[in-house]
C-alpha cells in the first residue's frame, strides 16, 4: 500500500522555522520527482517546491525562495521529503501536502499538481504574528 506521512506541522511565530518531513513508503520512489503544496482555508491547493528524482534539480514559487528549501533523501530504498521552513511568515500558515511525481512526466510543469498521483494527508502549520 502506497502511503505518503507527513510530519513536522505545528505552531510558530512569525520569523521562526519549520522542518517537515514526508515518509513514502509501498512502492520505489527514487525515480519520482516530488512536491510541496499547501493550502489555505478557502483557497486552492498551490505549489510550494519541488525537486528532481536526482536531487540535483529544485524549484520554488517565488514567495517562498530564499526562505524554504527542500530536499530528499532516497537512501536504503526508502524516499523521505523534507521542507525547511525558515523566517516564516503569517501567510505560510496552510496545511502542507507532500506529493510523488512519476517519471513519464519528464521535466518541467512541477507547479501543476495534476502531475502528481501520490499525496499525503497533509500536515497543518501555523504561524502566529
Same mark, same amino acid.
Given at each position: 500500500?502506497?502511503?505518503? *506521512?507527513?510530519? @513536522?506541522?505545528?505552531? *510558530?511565530?512569525? @520569523?521562526?522555522?519549520?522542518?517537515?518531513? %514526508?515518509?513514502?513508503?509501498?512502492?520505489?520512489?527514487?525515480?519520482?520527482?516530488?512536491?510541496?503544496?499547501?493550502?489555505?482555508?478557502?483557497?486552492?491547493?498551490?505549489?510550494?517546491?519541488?525537486?528532481?528524482?536526482?536531487?540535483?534539480?529544485?524549484?520554488?514559487?517565488?514567495?517562498?525562495?530564499?526562505?524554504? #528549501?527542500?530536499?530528499?533523501?532516497?537512501?536504503? #530504498?526508502?524516499? #523521505?521529503?523534507?521542507?525547511?521552513?525558515?523566517?516564516?511568515? #503569517?501567510?505560510?500558515?496552510? *496545511?502542507?501536502? %507532500?506529493?510523488?511525481?512519476?517519471?513519464?512526466?519528464?521535466?518541467?510543469?512541477?507547479?501543476?499538481?495534476?502531475?502528481?498521483?501520490?499525496?499525503?494527508?497533509?500536515?497543518? *502549520?501555523?504561524?502566529?504574528?
Amino acid at each position: 500500500q502506497v502511503q505518503l *506521512v507527513e510530519s @513536522g506541522g505545528g505552531l *510558530v511565530q512569525a @520569523g521562526g522555522s519549520l522542518r517537515l518531513s %514526508c515518509a513514502a513508503s509501498g512502492r520505489a520512489f527514487s525515480s519520482f520527482a516530488m512536491g510541496w503544496f499547501r493550502q489555505a482555508p478557502g483557497k486552492e491547493r498551490d505549489f510550494v517546491a519541488a525537486i528532481s528524482w536526482s536531487g540535483d534539480d529544485t524549484y520554488y514559487v517565488d514567495s517562498v525562495k530564499g526562505r524554504f #528549501t527542500i530536499s530528499r533523501d532516497d537512501a536504503n #530504498t526508502k524516499t #523521505t521529503l523534507y521542507l525547511q521552513m525558515d523566517s516564516l511568515k #503569517t501567510e505560510d500558515k496552510a *496545511v502542507y501536502y %507532500c506529493a510523488a511525481r512519476p517519471p513519464l512526466y519528464g521535466s518541467g510543469s512541477y507547479y501543476n499538481p495534476l502531475q502528481y498521483d501520490y499525496w499525503g494527508q497533509g500536515t497543518q *502549520v501555523t504561524v502566529s504574528s
